[in-house]
């Protein structure tokens, strides 16, 4: 299982639209169902004046070959992402594998999957 953990920091004012972008634009207009999106958490859980909100997206895919291929499809990265990167402070992605799993090493795993 691989779990992708995007960072969305941002204005507190912006996260409404945030979002909006992403329940109206990302999720109904998928062309796959991958990766699904989990769960969505805020910090701080308060407006805190002067001090950016960060957004969190946790994503699922079932293995490493279904991430790649994600990555290698043109299609998997939807127009709404430059939308969001116009709200945002900041974006980046965490690509996360449970620690137990062992690590392929390059070269071990084909990108046509």
């Known amino acids: ?6 960072e969305l920091t941002l204005d507190a004012g912006e996260l409404k ?15 796959e169902p ?7 958490w805020v910090s701080p859980p308060v407006v805190v004046p002067g001090v950016p909100s960060t957004l969190w997206l946790l994503w699922q895919l079932p293995d ?3 991430y790649y291929s994600m990555r290698g499809n043109p299609g998997s990265t939807p127009a709404v992402w430059p ?15 449970d620690a137990q ?7 071990e795993l084909s990108h046509d999957a």
């Open 1 to 6: 299982m691989i779990h992708l953990l995007d």
């Open 17 to 31: 639209q945030v979002l909006h972008l992403l329940d109206e634009e990302l999720l109904p207009g998928r062309a």
């Open 34 to 40: 991958l990766p699904q999106l989990l769960n969505r």
């Open 64 to 66: 490493t070959p279904a």
């Open 83 to 97: 939308k969001l990167d116009r709200l945002c402070q900041r974006r980046r992605r965490h690509v996360l594998v």
């Open 101 to 107: 799993t062992p690590l392929a090493l390059p070269g």
